[in-house]
Each structure stands twice: as structure tokens, then as C-alpha cells.
């Protein structure tokens, strides 16, 4: 069974970092590609960063680029979203997801998401 | 990273057959056959319902259908349940290793 668990989040203040992991069970997960998509509360799905199986293709949102970086540990079956300057806008629920694909092509399981509150 | 255009509300009577809209450009919709699109009920993560514009994941229900037409995709269900009220999402790739997604659109089974 296929299984995201997100870790990391909270409440931070504007400006500041904070470090989202994924732990990954269930699956090869050095096979696939990986996503972290936001949903801010009351609205809809944002995706935000994806990143190819072995982390030699990452994309971003226009929103978060240069301020977000993300990376997997495939030997630890981990992905992470490093989070540097933090805006108030940043505040959304952050979900894991994997991919159908080693490269990119469909988000097939999702975690339950990990909370980010953004304010000072 | 335009999002894609949804309607922001359907519904349907209990049998019935809705169509969700979903319009792109020809930067991410109109060229890639990566259109997928998504079910999510309150409180719940997000469900994958088709996948490359027309492909049915295994264990989705054939009442749900995908299709596109150029820049706009669309989503179909038919036979209408209660089961099927929930918030509906495509999303398509962009290129450059990015993904955009509709704005979503609530479904009311009435």
C-alpha cells in the first residue's frame, strides 16, 4: 500500500524558513517522480515544485521560485521542500505526491497534507 | 502559469450526466496529452479520477469519462450519485517540468 507522510509544518513568521519531509512507503520510490502541491484554505489545489525520479529534472511555480527548493533522498525514500522567506500568502495545507511516471505525467496518490501557517 | 478555466459550479439530479470544462491555451493543454483530473471531497486529499487526458486509473468507476477538444478538456460523469458531491480539479502539464491546475468546481448533486 502506497503511503506519504508528511512532517514539518506549523507556524513560522514572515521571512522566516521551514523544511517540509515526505517519508515514502509502499512502492520503489527511486522509480518515480514526486510533487509537493498547496492548497490555502477555502481555496484550490496549487501545484508547486515536482522533481524527475532520480532529481536531474525540478520544476517550480512561478510563486515560489527562488524562495523554494526542493530535493529527495532516495535512499532514505524521503522528499523535502526547503522554505526560505515565508510570506503570508505561503499558508496552505502542503501535500506529497507521487507520480505515475519517472519523468512527470499524472499525480496518482497523495499523503493527508501537513499544515503551513505563515503570520507573525 | 495561467491557471486552467472551471466553471465554478455544476450540478445534476441523481442519474443524470454532467460535463466540467476545463480551458487552457496551447502551451499546456492544447500540446501535451497530459490532462488529469482530480476528486476531492471536504476535509480529504485530492483523488486521481483520469489521467492522460482520457485514461481511467484502476478502480475509478466507468461512469467517469475524460475527453479534449484542443485547448479545453472536459470531464464527464454519468449516472449521478450522492457519492459523486465533491470539489473536481484538472490540471495539465505546462512544460519545463511544470503542472498548472483549473480552479476547480464545486458539484452539486441536487
Known amino acids: 500500500e502506497v503511503q506519504l507522510v508528511e512532517s514539518g509544518g506549523g507556524l513560522v513568521q514572515p521571512g522566516r524558513s521551514l523544511r517540509l519531509s515526505c517519508a515514502a512507503s509502499?512502492?520503489?520510490?527511486?522509480?518515480?517522480?514526486m510533487h509537493w502541491v498547496r492548497q490555502a484554505p477555502g481555496k484550490g489545489l496549487e501545484w508547486v515544485s515536482g522533481?524527475?525520479?532520480?532529481?536531474?529534472?525540478?520544476g517550480y511555480a512561478d510563486s515560489v521560485k527562488g524562495r523554494f527548493t526542493m530535493s529527495r533522498d532516495n535512499a532514505k525514500n524521503s522528499l523535502y521542500l526547503q522554505m526560505n522567506s515565508l510570506r503570508a500568502e505561503d499558508t496552505a495545507l502542503y501535500y506529497c505526491a507521487k507520480d505515475r511516471c519517472g519523468g512527470s505525467c499524472t499525480f496518482d496518490y497523495w499523503g493527508q497534507g501537513i499544515l503551513v501557517t505563515v503570520s507573525s | 502559469q495561467s491557471a486552467l478555466t472551471q466553471p465554478a459550479s455544476v450540478s445534476g439530479s441523481p442519474g443524470q450526466s454532467i460535463t466540467i470544462s476545463c480551458t487552457g491555451t496551447s502551451s499546456d493543454v492544447g500540446s501535451y496529452s497530459l490532462v488529469s483530473w482530480y476528486q476531492q471531497h471536504p476535509g480529504k486529499a485530492p483523488k486521481l479520477m483520469i489521467y492522460?487526458?482520457?485514461e481511467r486509473p484502476s478502480g475509478v468507476s466507468n461512469r467517469f469519462s475524460g475527453s479534449k477538444s484542443g485547448n479545453t478538456a472536459s470531464l464527464t460523469i454519468s449516472g449521478l450519485q450522492a457519492e459523486d458531491e465533491a470539489d473536481y480539479y484538472c490540471c495539465s502539464y505546462a512544460g519545463s517540468s511544470t503542472w498548472v491546475f483549473g480552479g476547480g468546481t464545486k458539484l452539486t448533486v441536487l
Open positions: 509502499g512502492f520503489t520510490f527511486d522509480d518515480y517522480a
Open positions: 522533481i524527475s525520479w532520480n532529481g536531474g529534472s525540478i
Open positions: 492522460e487526458d482520457t
